[in-house]
Every structure is written in C-alpha cells, then in structure tokens.
C-alpha cells in the first residue's frame, strides 16, 4: 500500500522544477546571445587603416583604426607591400611634398581572419588625411609573410601610466647610444584601453639613456614604453619634435631600462574619448542603444 503524497510538498517540488527548468533556458539563451554576438563581431566590414612608411618610403605598414565597438575593438599593426609600381610612386611622391603625413585606406574583410594570416592581399581606395581626399582609386596590397606583428581585443584594464608600444622603422635597430645622431628610428602606438581614450601613431628617435638597452635584433613584436608619473590622458600624449624621459620593458628579463625618446613625425594625432568619431565618450552610444553597460555594448566576453 503507496502512502499517497502530500499536495503541498508536490506542489513545492513542481515549482522548484520549473524555476530550475527556467534558469537553464535562460543560460543556454544567454550563452546563444553570447555566441551570436561574437559572430556579429566577425563578420566581413570595412577597417580604416593608417598606411605609414619609413623615411626612404621602402617598408610600409597599416595600423587599424580601433573603435569601442563590434568589429572594430582591435588594435593590429601589420608590414604591407605595394602591388603596383606606379601606386607605389604617386604615393612616395605625395608624402614626400611634406603636405600629408596621414594616410588611410579602407579595406573589407573579417579583421580576426586578417589578424589569423588568412587574408594575404586586398585592395582599397587609398585617402590622404582621414579619410580625406583620394589619391589613388583602387590601391592593391599584399600582406608580408608574417606581417601581422601585433593584435590585441580590447579588455577592461585601464593603463594608469601614459604607455606606448615600439618597435623598429628600421632594418637593423638598435639603441645604444646615448648620442642622437647615432640612434635608431621607431614607431611608437599608443596602447588602447578603455573609454574613453585615444588612438596615436608616430616616428621618433630612440635610445639607451645608460647604454643597458637595445632592441632586441631578432624580434618582430613591439616592446612596451611607460612613461613614469604621467597620467594616460589625451592632454599627455607625446607631441612632435619633443624629447621625453622613458623606461622600456626588457624582452627576456624583465628589467626597466631608461629611455630617451625624440619624437620626430605625428603620423595620426588620434582624438579625445576616442569612439569612432573623436568627439564623446563611447558610454554614450551604449546608452542611445539601451544598454546598461559599455562592455555589453562592445560585446566583449567578460565571463
């Protein structure tokens, strides 16, 4: 004989299974969300990128233009060659009239796919300025083997100190002298964070402040640049024909070595609360889309 349950302890247990059932469905919903969104984020768009060059006009290179926002929360700086010879000249030849020294071109593809090696060529109108005028219609590129020497998605960690990354214009760099004639020419980026922030790009003269440093000879990827007691805001950024104190991060040990830092050329000056348009804090733009938080907005994977 079945002892014949009581009403009330079913009830209770129905309404546990239906408030378990429910928050299963909603993580598998969230975590579709979460999925769709990331594809959202890959999918094939247009990417503004710096094209700038050493002072012969021999290596060129891009630097993407990032934004706090699905797909463009990438900072990526790759090594590009010309296809076209002619292209090539009117461009070397315009940059060197000293009129323009920013550039940009604006290529479409899934900017991972490019920043995995998968995209070796694309062609774009190439503009002087931001985007500006055009100079040639249809400028052709490839993308050297190994030319992607850095890629990073923007997190949530915010640089208190100005911080910038460098690495070589130059063929064989090195920074051991304390004499400026004899230092090497880098390119410097800003590091990106969070907004709202700035975007920057430029050329200068770098060199061991004691003689401990020089760039590594066999390294590709940039090194990072801190910039003690000064904080990461748009009014400290580095400034053109300036020399500033620096400490770099040695590559294998670890160990701060000092700096002295010339500037020499402002490729792309990038602007205030940095958000695709340079005028406001991107929190903004989440909040027009009702959304509670930036990182949402961006779709970055926080979990």
């Known amino acids: 004989f079945q002892q014949p349950s009581n009403p009330t302890i079913t009830m209770k247990l129905l309404s546990c299974l239906l408030v378990l059932l429910y ?79 920013t550039y940009t071109v604006v290529p479409e593809f899934v900017l991972p796919r490019f920043i995995a090696g998968e995209i070796s060529s694309f062609s774009s109108p190439l503009t002087r300025g931001f985007f500006n005028s055009t100079l040639v219609d249809d400028v052709a590129m490839t993308v050297q083997q190994d030319g992607v020497i850095f890629a990073r998605q923007f997190d949530m960690l915010t640089a208190q100190t100005l911080t910038y990354y460098l690495w070589p214009a130059s063929a064989n760099p090195s920074a051991t002298s304390s004499s400026s004639a004899s230092s090497s020419y880098f390119y410097m980026s800003h590091y990106v964070t969070t907004p709202p922030n700035f975007d920057q790009l430029m050329m200068a003269r770098v060199y061991s402040t004691d003689g401990s ?6 390294r590709r990827s940039p090194l990072a640049v801190y910039f003690p007691g000064v904080s990461d805001v748009y009014a400290s950024r580095l400034r053109e024909n300036l020399t500033y104190k620096a400490v770099i991060q040695g590559a294998l040990n670890g160990q701060q ?26 929190r903004e733009y989440c909040v027009d889309k009702e959304k509670p938080h930036w990182v949402e907005c961006v779709g970055l994977m926080v979990q």
């Open 23 to 101: 928050a299963l469905c909603w993580c598998c919903t969230a975590a579709n969300a979460r999925v769709a969104s990331s594809t959202e984020c890959n999918h094939i768009s247009g990417h503004g990128f710096v094209l700038f060059s050493d002072l012969e006009c021999t290596t060129h290179w891009i630097h993407h233009l990032p934004e706090f926002q699905c797909p463009h929360m990438y900072d990526v700086k790759a090594q590009v060659q010309f296809v076209n010879a002619t292209q090539e000249r009117i461009y070397c030849q315009d940059r060197a009239r000293g009129e323009e020294f």
């Open 257 to 282: 070595h000092p700096v002295t830092i010339e500037t020499v050329q402002n490729y792309y000056p990038g602007p205030a609360g940095y958000n695709g348009d340079g005028t406001t804090d991107y």
């Open 213 to 218: 440093w020089e760039f590594p000879a066999d």
